[in-house]
């Protein structure tokens, strides 16, 4: 039998995409990671292109949410299904996909993470400080230390390199966590399934010696630059010039520094968007500063991106295309000398205060491993490969890639490849784990509240801090209080049963722990309470570590006053509780697909691959889409005989129904049950669908510029490659292409990010198959992303010839006479080039098109480009607001045909965490409506951030979507009629929280 | 806007002119109803009727200066449940027809089938004024020409002495005063269904140039307005700031839920305060006092107006209903005005300016209120 369990190598976003939806379908994951703190690289950035913010908590489920605990995912994270592995490494794997053993090694932390309680006694002894890399090495910590992003602590580990054995910690810690002699760990575990998402390397700058990292101290890299303007960084925000300590004016973005040279054939994606994020800070900060940004292109590809660009270039951030050879230290002036060559050959110096390179991503020095125990090839860059573009796969069955492991990445990508790669590595799990029936907990709302309580002394931390007792003694003389017993720790392992037994015992039914970190020990306490047999949530934990004995140190009275007023107003709220523990929310297991380009053919073909069933509704006569135009790709693998084997699959899918010429004509209902008009030429028909995914795809741009429609030799690069697909096509003497046109600029001002591929794939066919032929490309900036930047070199070796243009001197193209002649400015000539090509073929771009009107339809959201909106740009990138739609390919925007697949696998990934498991539980915090005080003024409507309230016109009120809500209670502050109630929040609670902590 | 019909006619017909217009729509079948006030059988108020027999129009009083009951609320109380399948035209003052635009976003009325027709307004007499006046022997219609001549009257609703909002904006038709001399009136169409109706009106000339005398003649009185508005406020700010002011000028509150009852904008089922939320058992009252030595009863006065301005003030039109309806003139409608003005100019919403405004708060804006919340 096939393990239902799965391993995810990896906890950075990909790969923490991956497991979260693993998990959420119903399968067990191990996640292990190297480091001795989960997050990878994101855990050091607090803010996100294009949003300015983090989000990243967005990624949690947002069905069963309260499962996988709900808050800051750069502070902790947990799953019921997922297995977190620290300083865990991948040693072998073996058998094969379904039933792989692997075997695993565990490096020593020396803190027992279960015992430690994260007081910092350890901290306060150590002697050692070593630089602390969590903070670009800007700042020291101690060999035992803990990461603290946002101040909230985890379990503390031991740096073994640094530690000088002294066993001062060993003293200090008051639960007896840390073990010197700890060892590695060596164990197996059997899985269906391998997800690696191993992720990247920052580049290592001391490579590059000319740039003087680590020599002069105000070179700086773009992630210590991000540490340094953090509130959580080394300097609590302060940035300020490293050498003198003095305001910085003028400041210098390097790019590409460790991407896209002779050693690194890549680009890496995000450094763009990365320095233009924290050019963009800077001026925030004071814009005054001079900031610049030497750029070789300026690769703003990413939705949304370009707009970004152009608010940057509007607060005056200043962009120079260039190279810059080295970076030089001027002792007198104190300044650094950037040397840099323009556009035009000129070499010009200028002195600026602080550089910043922006360092790439590399491959991860565990690539070389992973190849060697998984039998995968790297490409010459160092970047493991999958079978081929489009896929997460490997040669090796049951193994898939995601994330910048198999190449550079930014964000969104990773995140759909992570979410693809989970929906591959599903097939070989058995599942769904279902949990045990329990006996379900007795209705304890209907009895008189008999509230126990915990006071945790953690050790003396909070009892040591405020009088714990006399809290007791008042808490004690209340009615409904039963017991308040003092704990020395509440969250340590043996302390578990003896909770339990008391709870017990005494027969309370409810129960307050006041303890610390709730985001950290609510499953702890959840547990407790059901083996006492209560409902899990007839309970609250107040923290009166962190919100009073640590911030009110100096003032102990008020600090007791705070937690009386806390706890009281905790046991209040539970005396009100009347919350039912979690129902069941079914699923119908039928999706539709809206779109039969490749978007919905590859999401379809996903879905059906699991055994769901799909209606595949195309609007058009045939399959296929915009693909159908394509012919030639990068990495030369042929685009037709890809479209007819997906189609040919699809068609002969027993799990998929075509309906061609067909079109949604109307909604109702929500995640779990849509009910769903469907127009086909005979009839209409109406369906039931537990979700749907739209791929409703784009439409080329028309074009009006540059001569085309008055010349035949002026084309559109769809067109050209139709001429290039007919054998019988002469030679041309000249090719010249021009790009973005129409794109990044006026009404288009987003790249439609295939166009450079293509234009390569064409330029580089006619250079293939005749030689002879010239072809000139005219391009703002190339967007060669990631590996596709291998192309561009390639191309530039076979001869073609690339000359940059700018929007205030664009080619100018004449067609009067036999062949057309354009005009444009040649930057190292310095003058005009005049050309008379046989072709001049023009990228036109993408933009949006919503013939079927399914936007309307399902109440999307567009950007201001026209595009669908996603829930969350960077996090959620295939989710669209509402729960239970899901968004892939061009419809959310332009794109390549690699990521349009890897999308809609995606889109099928999430769709499965709904769809497999056939039915969800709800949370008991739900929002509901009183029919008889609602007067439908519909404010909660638009309110709803989850879509999850829309009036019921037959009912006459509104209603909410059980599925959707999230118990946010958004709905119950817009009301002004209190029609809406929110359970385990009604109004009656709220007053006596009120009360009990007004009154004492 | 100049595309539509300017009108203007003799002011002394301005009462016979309506009434021809409304007549004339009813007869041509135009429109199937009325909805305007009339004279009360005391003769010392005016209510709103709906006249649907062009016989019965001579019985309107459509300028009376007074406010009984917010058209507003009556336009809510006709169409919320079913829109008007036949047209009806309503005569409304410009706070009604903006509270109406504020309930129709609300979802509590629907315009379908209304022929708005409004005026430009110099105000309104509270209902017990209005009955004096009245009784006295005095034309409160005589007092609106004093109005529109530029003199203030002391008798005249404080909101209304400080409104800046008395010309109509979002309506089919408004009857003009501003831009035209003491002996005469105009009608201008802001839409075709106002063009169409006007076609109706038999007499009347072309009001040539009216564009241009009426803005400056409206912005004038709207400075005026303004300028007296901001010493109201300037005033009032005085009286209520701090809880112990507030306590203050409450304590004439009877909580009798008048203001609430009135309020256009107030639509709830049942208003929060009157529900079972508030019903206590006898230990909370006897915990409450014991905690301060005593207690104010009934426990919820303040608190009562607090909640109320906390959901209705993004709102609020500042048609001054409530303060007509307190029977211990208590300045609800000005304290209201005051703190519904300066909300909604923080987000830049005019209750009842425009229906494309989506009602405060169904909003979230990012970038909002920094000197509260910091970044």
Redesign the interface.
Known sequence: MASNRVLVVGSGVSGWAAALNLASSGVHVSLIEQAPFLGGTLAQIERQFPTNRCLMCTMLPVTERVEAGEFCLRRDFYHPLIDVHLQTTLKKVEGEAGKFTVSLETAPRYVNEEACTACGKCEEVCPVETPDPFNGNLSTRKAIYTRVPSGIPHAYCIDADACTRCGRCVDACPTQAVDLNQTPESWELEVASVVVAAGFDLFDATQLMQYGWGRYPDVLTSLQLERLLSETGPTGGVWTRQATGDAVKKLAFIQCVGSRDLNHPYCSSACCMIALKEAMFVKEKNPDIETTLYYMDLRDFGKGYHRYREKAAEMGVRFVASRVPDVKYNPRTRALMIRYIGEDGDVTEEAVDQVILSVGQSPSDRSGTLAGLLGLERDEGGYLMPTGLNTTATKREGVYLCGSVREPKDIPDAICEGEAAAAQALRWAEGPVVEAEKAPAPNVALEPPKVGVFLCQCGGEVSGRLDLSVLAKELQEREDVAFVDEVEYLCLKNTGPQLVKRVKESGVNRVVFAACAPYRYERLFRDIMKEAGLPENFMDIPCIREQVAWVHEADREAAGRKAGAMVRAAVGRLTGEIAKSHATYPVTGKMLVIGGGVAGLTASQALASQGVAVDLVEIGETLGGNFKDTHYLLGGSDPQSLLDELIQAVQSSEHIRVLTQSRVVSREGSLGRFVVDIQTPEETLKEVYGGIIIATGAKEREVAEYGYGQHPGVVTMREFGERLSDPSMPAPEHVVMIQCVGSREGDHPYCSRFCCSRALAHAMEVKQRWPESQVTVLFRDIMTYGNRERAYTEAREMGIHFFRYTLESKPVVETGGDRCTIRFTDPVLKGSVSLTPDFIVLSNGAEPDDTGGVGEIFGLETTPDGFFGEAEVKFRPVDAPEGGIWLCGLALGPKNVNEVMVQAEAAAARALTVLRKQSFQLPHVKAWVSP????????C???C?YSARAKDEDLGYVVVREALCQGCGVCTT?C????VKLISYQ??QI?SMI?RM??? | MASHKWIKFPAENRDAVVKELLKSLLEKGVVSGVVAPSTLPSGASAAQSLITDPAMIDQLNPFAPVMAVSTAKILSQMTRIKPMTKKVAVLLRPCELRATIELTK???ANLENLLLISMDCAGAFSVKTYASLVQEGEDPMGLEAKLFGGEEDPLLRPVCQGCEWSVPENCDIVIAKHGLGADQYGCIALTDQGDEALGVVGNGEAWEGGEEARNTAVQKWNEAKIAKRDAQFAELKEKVSGIDNLLKIYAMCINCHNCMTVCPIC??????FN?A?FEFESD?FM??S??KGGLRLPTDTLLFHIGRMN??STSCVACGMCQDACPNEVPVAQIFKMVGYNTQKRFDYVAGRSLDE??L????REDELHEIGGE
């Not at chain 1, 002004?976 to 029609?979: D, E, F, Q, V």
């Not at chain 2, 708060?361 to 979230?364: A, D, I, K, M, Y």
């Open positions: 008889r005080r609602c007067s439908a003024c519909e404010m409507v638009p309110a951030p817009v002004p009629n209190n029609a109004e009656n007053f009360d007004a009154l004492g | 609300l979802k509590q639509f709830c089922k049942e208003c929060f529900s939320v909370r915990d409450w014991g905690a959901h209705m989506p009602v708060l169904t909003q979230f």
